[in-house]
T-cell receptor
Framework: GEDVEQSLFLSVREGDSSVINCTYT??????LYWYKQEPGAGLQLLTY?????DMKQDQRLTVLLNKKDKHLSLRIADTQTGDSAIYFC???????????FGKGTSLLVTP | EPEVTQTPSHQVTQMGQEVILRCVPI?????FYWYRQILGQKVEFLVS????????KSEIFDDQFSVERPDGSNFTLKIRSTKLEDSAMYFC?????????????FGSGTRLTVV
């Protein structure tokens, strides 16, 4: 299938905001997700957004959705060194069972 | 917090051998999944399983692959005759319902190395 696109690498200073961008493929996707993967660990669901929303905020995380451009972003406020991980964007496929993932953005937070 | 447990964490097998990867989903979850991630590539969907049958599978999930829920707690992925290109991290996941708002809980993965 088509690829969910993400930039591969992002480096920010501790305390700054991080913005991770994603372009998804299916305009009919109803749910879009952000997952976090720390070294040696599984995929941790961070947040999701339903397609009838433009924005969702959850503590330090803000998700923005632009359906027209099929663009999804994740903003992490006051980024900490513990936020260093790989962040995956994913869309739910029309079948409703499978998730279509991007390749992941590796976030490095420096002191 | 409930977890999805996968064993083993790392398995090395010879090409042509059969492997079984094991998963214990969260106890009240009804939908089960396998995904894989080849090193440096994206996480790819393999199969979903509900009510003791496959509900969806990808092109990757060919006749070499099978899934089973042998008892009330385990969910397994079998690869009958492993190939070098099967080397990957395999993730099991489960969800309470199939609808997207509940998300999916992933295990920590089994790293399969085929030599």
């Amino acid at each position: 299938g088509e690829d969910v696109e993400q930039s591969l690498f992002l480096s920010v200073r501790e305390g700054d905001s991080s913005v991770i961008n994603c372009t998804y493929t299916d305009s009919s996707s109803t749910y879009l997700y952000w997952y976090k993967q720390e070294p040696g660990a599984g995929l941790q669901l961070l947040t999701y957004i339903f397609s009838n929303m433009d924005m969702k905020q959850d503590q330090r995380l803000t998700v923005l959705l632009n359906k027209k451009d099929k663009h999804l972003s994740l903003r992490i406020a006051d980024t900490q060194t513990g936020d260093s991980a790989i962040y995956f964007c994913a869309e739910r496929t029309p079948s409703g069972y499978a998730l279509n993932f991007g390749k992941g953005t590796s976030l490095l937070v420096t002191p | 917090e409930p977890e999805v447990t996968q064993t083993p964490s790392h398995q090395v097998t010879q090409m042509g051998q059969e492997v079984i990867l094991r998963c214990v989903p969260i106890s009240n979850h009804l939908y089960f999944y396998w995904y894989r991630q080849i090193l440096g590539q994206k996480v790819e969907f393999l199969v979903s399983f509900y009510n003791n049958e496959i509900s969806e599978k990808s092109e990757i999930f060919d006749d070499q692959f099978s899934v089973e829920r042998p008892d009330g707690s385990n969910f397994t992925l079998k690869i009958r005759s492993t190939k070098l290109e099967d080397s990957a991290m395999y993730f099991c996941a489960s969800s309470e319902k199939g609808t997207g708002s509940y998300g999916y809980t992933f295990g920590s993965g089994t790293r399969l190395t085929v030599v």
